[in-house]
């Protein structure tokens, strides 16, 4: 009966747990977060230059 008694966790025990746990989850939306802003970022730098392409090419067949 003691071993059982000494492997049951605690309030305490939870407690921590569960403030552990809300803390990783915190960091990883905040990793997230960065990632997907980085990450749109990128995008609007590729369509920029996409378009910019576009119209420079548009640009050199319309005057021929």
Request: charged share 25%.
């Amino acid at each position: 009966m003691e071993e059982a008694i000494k492997t049951l966790a605690t309030k305490y025990d939870t407690a921590n747990g569960i403030a552990s746990i809300k803390d990783d989850l915190a960091k990883f939306k905040s990793d997230l977060s960065k990632q997907i802003d980085n990450s749109i970022r990128w995008m609007f730098v590729f369509w920029l230059g996409q378009v910019g392409t576009t119209l420079a090419i548009m640009l050199l067949f319309l005057k021929k």
